[in-house]
C-alpha cells in the first residue's frame, strides 16, 4: 500500500527555492516570554514597538500562531524538533545543576542546563547545515545541560554565544556567558567569564554595579556575525533574545528613563530569596523598556539586511516562545498584556501558548495580512523543508534506528505565507502537553480541550475566546473525541508525565 505521506510528497508543488535558483537567507527572532499582546500590532497601546510593527506592515502576522508549550525548553524543543510535546524528548524545564566554582567575589554551578534534545532525532539546524547553511545561534540553549549530547556544537551550529542553561539566564548581569565558533577553531561550547561583572557580587546591592549586561552583549554578537556574511552561501541565524523575561534590569539609559517619565506612578519589587530576582523600583517602566529595547535590536537586523543587499533575499521572522510571566515582579495585567486571552506562561490556556508570530519575505509573502490560520512552532521545520526544496524530509532525515516512533508533527505553512490559501493542508487537531503543571490541551477547529490534572474542561473558542464558559457536560462526545486523540498524541517518557483523562 503506498501511504499518503508518500502521496503528499509526490504531489507537491514546485518549490519557490528551486525556480528562484537561490535559497533565501532566514533569521528568526524568538524573544523570551512575550505575551499576545505585548506588541503594538497587536493591540498593546503603552509600549512603543515601531520596528516590529513596521515589520508586521512589511509581511504577514499570524492572529492563530501557537508556541510549542506553555515554557520554555519544550517550546524550544519542539521548534527544532518539528514534534508536539507528546512525541519531543522535552516536555518539561528539568533542570541540570552540579558542582561550584568560584568567580570573582561569586560562586557558581560548575555544571547547568535543561534536559538535552534526543540525538537520535534531526533539530532545525543539522536541517539547515545539511542543506548548505551557514548556521549560527545567538541568546537561550536550552537544549540540553553543559557537556551532555546535545550542546551547539554537536546539533549543527557554527557559531553560538549566549546561554547554554536557561536558568543562568535568569541574571542579565551573569558571571559567565557560552561561547561556540568553528570559524575560530572551538572543538566544543566553553564559559567566557564576564570579567568586569565578576568583580561584583551576585547577590545584594553589589549586583547593580555590575555593568555587562548580557542581552546587549548577545546582540552585539548576533550583528557581528549577520555583517560577516558575505552572500556566498546562504545563512540561518536564531536569534534567542532572553528579553522580556525576567529579571527587570536593564542598563540605566534614554529608553528606561522615557518609560520612568512615562509611568510616573509604578510599581516596585521587593527581589526574591533564593533566586537571582533582584529588587526593583520602576516594574512597569523596566518592562516597557525591555520590549522596547528588543524592538530596538529587530530594528537594527533590519537596517543591517538592506545594508547588505540581503533584505530582498532574506526570511525575517519575529515570534516568542510562551506567553507572559509573572516572574521577577513582572505585571502581565497592567499592560493587558495576553490581551483578551485567559493564562499566562506554564499554562495551557491561550494567553500561555498563542504568542505572536510575524514573517516578513519580499516578493512572496504578501504586506499587511493579517492571517487566522492555525499555525504552532512544529510546523516550523516542514516549512523551511518545503522552501529549501527537500522533498519527503521526513524520510530523509528520520533515523532508521527509531522506525514508525521517530515522529513529525509539523505541516509546512508555506503556501498560506505565500498567498496560496486554496493549497494549503490544515491541521486535523494541534497538542500540547506539560508535566509541571500537569495540564494537557488539544485545539480540533474551534473546539478546545483542556486536562487538568486528569479532569476534562472543554470550551468553544468561537464564542468564548478567553475560556470561561466550561461545555464539557454539555458536549460529552465531543470531550470522548478529544480523549481519543490525547490517547493517539501522548507517547510516555520516562523523565516527564501528565495525568491522561479516563
Not at 146 to 162: A, C, L, N
Not at 250 to 261: F, K, V
Not at 427 to 443: G, K, M, N, P, S
Request: charged fraction near 20%.
Amino acid at each position: 500500500m503506498i501511504s499518503k505521506k508518500f502521496l503528499y510528497c509526490f504531489a507537491m508543488a514546485p518549490v519557490l527555492a528551486s525556480a528562484q535558483g537561490e535559497n533565501p537567507n532566514i533569521i528568526f527572532v524568538l524573544c523570551d516570554d512575550m505575551g499576545w499582546g505585548d506588541l503594538g500590532c497587536y493591540g498593546q497601546q503603552y509600549i512603543s514597538t515601531p520596528n516590529i510593527d513596521r515589520l508586521a506592515a512589511q509581511g504577514m502576522q499570524f492572529m492563530q500562531a501557537y508556541a510549542g508549550s506553555p515554557v520554555s525548553a519544550p517550546s524550544r524543543a519542539s521548534l527544532m524538533t518539528g514534534q508536539h510535546t507528546g512525541h519531543c524528548e522535552i516536555r518539561g524545564n528539568k533542570e541540570y545543576r552540579s558542582g561550584s566554582v568560584t568567580y570573582g567575589r561569586s560562586t557558581d554551578f560548575a555544571v547547568v542546563g535543561q534536559h538535552p534534545l534526543s540525538p537520535n532525532h534531526v533539530v532545525l539546524p543539522e536541517i539547515m547545515k545539511d542543506n548548505g547553511y551557514a548556521t549560527a545561534q545567538f541568546g537561550k540553549w536550552a537544549g540540553g545541560y553543559e557537556g551532555s549530547v546535545s550542546t551547539p556544537d554537536k546539533r549543527g551550529v557554527d557559531e553560538f554565544y549566549g546561554y547554554i542553561c536557561q536558568f543562568e539566564a535568569h541574571a542579565y548581569y551573569p558571571n559567565f556567558l557560552n561561547k561556540y565558533s568553528s570559524r575560530d577553531g572551538d572543538i566544543s561550547v566553553t564559559r567566557e567569564l564576564m570579567q568586569q561583572n565578576i568583580q561584583h557580587d551576585i547577590f545584594g546591592d553589589d549586583y547593580y554595579r555590575r555593568p555587562q549586561y548580557s542581552a546587549d552583549i548577545i546582540h552585539r554578537k548576533a550583528m557581528e556575525w549577520l555583517d560577516s556574511q558575505d552572500g556566498s552561501t546562504p545563512f540561518y541565524g536564531l536569534f534567542t533574545y532572553t528579553i522580556p523575561h525576567a529579571e527587570l534590569l536593564q542598563p540605566e539609559d534614554s529608553i528606561l528613563n522615557a518609560y520612568r517619565a512615562k509611568f510616573i506612578t509604578d510599581k516596585s519589587f521587593s527581589g526574591q530569596d533564593g533566586s537571582w530576582y533582584h529588587a526593583v523600583a520602576n516594574v512597569h517602566a523596566q518592562f516597557a523598556g525591555m520590549i522596547t529595547r528588543l524592538d530596538a535590536y529587530v530594528g537594527e537586523i533590519m537596517e543591517k539586511l538592506e545594508e547588505k543587499g540581503f533584505a530582498d533575499n532574506t526570511i525575517l521572522i519575529f515570534s516568542s516562545d510562551n506567553g507572559p510571566h509573572e516572574e521577577g515582579g513582572a505585571d502581565p495585567s497592567f499592560f493587558n498584556r495576553d490581551g483578551l486571552l485567559k493564562g499566562l506562561k506554564r499554562s495551557c490556556h491561550e494567553g500561555g501558548i498563542r504568542i505572536p508570530f510575524i514573517v516578513r519575505w519580499p516578493g512572496h509573502v504578501p504586506a499587511g495580512v493579517k492571517n487566522s490560520h492555525q499555525i504552532a512552532f512544529y510546523d516550523v521545520m516542514p516549512t523551511f523543508a518545503d522552501i529549501l526544496g527537500i522533498e519527503c524530509y521526513e524520510e530523509k532525515y528520520s533515523n532508521p534506528c527509531l522506525g514508525s516512533a521517530d515522529y513529525f508533527d509539523g505541516i509546512s505553512f508555506l503556501p498560506t505565507l505565500t498567498g496560496n490559501y486554496a493549497a494549503q493542508r490544515p491541521h486535523d487537531y494541534l497538542y500540547w502537553e506539560f508535566d509541571e503543571t500537569d495540564q494537557i490541551a488539544v485545539r480540533q477547529g474551534n473546539w478546545k480541550l483542556i486536562v487538568k490534572r486528569g479532569i476534562c474542561e472543554l470550551y468553544d473558542l468561537a464564542t468564548d475566546i478567553h475560556e470561561d464558559n466550561n461545555l464539557a457536560a454539555i458536549y460529552p462526545e465531543k470531550v470522548g473525541e478529544l480523549k481519543t486523540i490525547v490517547r493517539q498524541a501522548h507517547i510516555d517518557n520516562p523523565n516527564f508525565s501528565v495525568t491522561l483523562p479516563e
